[in-house]
């Protein structure tokens, strides 16, 4: 179990954290000293292994709460957003690790914000809104679950609904949602070929259009588009 | 119950503390027998004091020692790990119950707490020496006394550590742990208070009088002291309020 936030034993060593963990879960004195071994250099911190905690950086501390986590070999490994403040070398690099260690046919339950880590890790994936399931399946299907796909984010000077109904009975737009007075999310099934006709349907309505932008499939569009965009605290 | 958790937990605790055993030592032992130089070797030798102080003193000195090492080994790790860092975290993950881990933490202190009494005694003897009369009748009687003033160290350090908060570490010592040492008869037998009959009445709400005059009972039983009946029940029912109310607190802060 790994928390989202390091509780290391600050009166201990790197190696000294690993040792005992081991111990606590009831490792032979010489199997938990290769296991630390091993993880201090799979987590690039053989270096530091000999100095106290209290000293090491918040990437460190993450790196090495994880190691701690994996010292007695469990079948389940829960990660609470392992890579929440991480720098992207670090990042990448935990993502290797999980990925190996998945790979050796050990379960991952991991809870991220990150949309990319989500999609790049994760084989199964629910989207949890206010407590509840919203959404669940591989990635792949959560993508091509979202309306149209591709959303395209509009912003113009003046609301006019009937731009916004032109706008929805154009072909592959799926779904209009009027994000505020100024702006509209556009999920359609495809994406730049639309732009021109959009733009043509503005002038004629006679909407200025400030800013458009566009955004594959991701799960970042499926999060929003199920749990739209307000706070969520 | 898993032992081998226990066990390497416990190693874990002695551990850190032989890393940390100078400081230790000093924190322990420098006040107690800076005190023991002053009034059991200057104070009698200059005269302002009667030879017998030094034998009088010493049960005194090793309650102060014991409960101060108990209170202040559990206590403070407890309150430090339940902070921000959540370092007791790393703990909890231990595959154990967590009222074990409290267990742990009293059984490690008592330990320590008993070390440091069995130390405070040669130390305090070489620095008294000559004159200090030590006659121990009842070698048994002495260790249930020491074991219960140990346990009570600890079990109080860990009903203290699970009710106070880090910015009132002081005040835990200030309105605490000092009251109890100067009210406790450390320094003088319960009755020598006879002069002050509220007082002596009072200060009877006070294990530490109990610790001291147990260990006075069983070391240097030729002064007066309370019934040894009397110290070994009232110690074991404070041990079992502190123990109780410890491990419900602790547990309460755990889960939450």
Same mark, same amino acid.
């Given at each position: 179990?790994?928390? *989202? ?52 950086? =918040? ?7 994880? $190691? ?54 994760? *084989? ?19 993508? $091509? ?22 706008? *929805? ?13 100024? =702006? ?50 | ?16 503390? @032989?890393? &940390?055993?100078?400081?230790? +030592?000093? /924190? ?8 023991? !130089? ?17 034998? +009088? ?7 102060? #020692?014991?409960?101060?090492?108990? %209170? ?6 407890? %309150? ?11 703990? +909890? ?18 330990? /320590? ?15 008294? @020496? ?31 550590? #699970?009710?106070? /908060?880090?910015?009132? %570490? ?14 406790? #008869? ?11 009959? %509220?007082? /002596?009445?009072?200060?009877?709400? &006070? ?15 030729? !002064? ?14 404070? &041990? ?7 491990? @419900? ?8």
């Amino acid at each position: 179990m790994v928390g *989202q936030r390091p509780n290391l034993d600050f009166n201990l060593t790197a190696r000294e954290i690993l040792t005992f963990h081991g111990a606590y879960f009831g490792l032979p004195h010489h199997e938990r000293m290769k296991r630390a071994e091993a993880l201090l250099e799979r987590f690039k911190l053989t270096d530091r292994a000999d100095q106290m905690v209290r000293g090491f950086s =918040g990437g460190m501390m993450q790196r090495l709460s994880i $190691a701690r986590a994996m010292v007695h070999d469990p079948q389940v490994l829960f990660l609470d957003e392992p890579s929440a403040g991480l720098d992207p070398q670090t990042r990448l690099l935990l993502w290797e690790i999980v990925r190996e260690y998945n790979q050796t046919g050990k379960t991952i339950l991991l809870t991220t914000h990150n949309m990319e880590e989500a999609d790049t890790l994760c *084989q199964r994936l629910a989207i949890i809104d206010h407590g509840r399931v919203i959404a669940l399946g591989t990635p792949r299907e959560l993508k $091509a679950s979202v309306p149209g796909g591709f959303l395209l984010q509009l912003r113009f000077g003046l609301h006019s609904g009937e731009f916004l109904e032109r706008l *929805q009975k154009l072909s592959g737009v799926r779904e209009v949602r009027v994000t505020d007075g100024v =702006g509209a999310d556009v999920y359609a099934d495809r994406g730049g070929s639309l732009i021109p006709e959009v733009a043509h349907l503005a002038s004629a309505s006679g909407v200025e259009l400030h800013d458009v932008h566009i955004s594959e499939p991701s799960l970042e569009n499926l999060f929003l588009h199920h749990t739209g965009r307000s706070l969520r605290e | 119950m898993n032992w081998k958790t226990f066990l390497a937990i416990l190693a874990r605790d002695a551990h850190v503390a @032989r890393r &940390n055993v100078v400081a230790l +030592l000093f /924190q322990t032992f420098l006040q107690p027998l800076m005190f023991v !130089f002053i009034f059991g070797r200057v104070m009698v030798g200059s005269g302002y004091m009667p030879p017998s102080y030094k034998s +009088l003193l010493l049960p005194g000195i090793m309650a102060i #020692c014991m409960v101060g090492t108990g %209170i202040w080994a559990v206590a403070m790790p407890v %309150i430090a790990e339940f902070q921000f860092t959540h370092e007791i975290e790393d703990r +909890l993950l231990a595959p154990m119950d967590i009222s074990w881990l409290a267990v742990e933490k009293v059984v490690a202190g008592t330990l /320590q707490s008993l070390a440091a009494g069995l130390m405070v005694i040669p130390a305090a003897w070489l620095l008294l @020496r000559p004159g200090v009369d030590l006659r121990v009748p009842h070698p048994l009687l002495f260790a249930a006394v020491a074991l219960l003033v140990a346990l009570f160290s600890a079990t109080g350090g860990l009903a203290l550590g #699970c009710s106070m /908060q880090q910015t009132h %570490i002081g005040l835990m010592f200030s309105l605490i742990v000092a009251p109890m040492i100067f009210f406790g #008869c450390t320094y003088y037998p319960w009755s020598a208070l006879e002069k002050f009959p %509220i007082m /002596q009445k009072a200060v009877l709400v &006070n294990p530490l009088v109990y610790a001291s005059e147990g260990l006075r009972a069983t070391l240097v039983p030729q !002064f007066p002291h309370l019934p040894l009946l009397v110290v070994l029940a009232v110690l074991v029912i404070f &041990n079992l309020l502190l123990f109780t109310a410890g491990l @419900r607190w602790f547990y309460g802060k755990a889960v939450s």
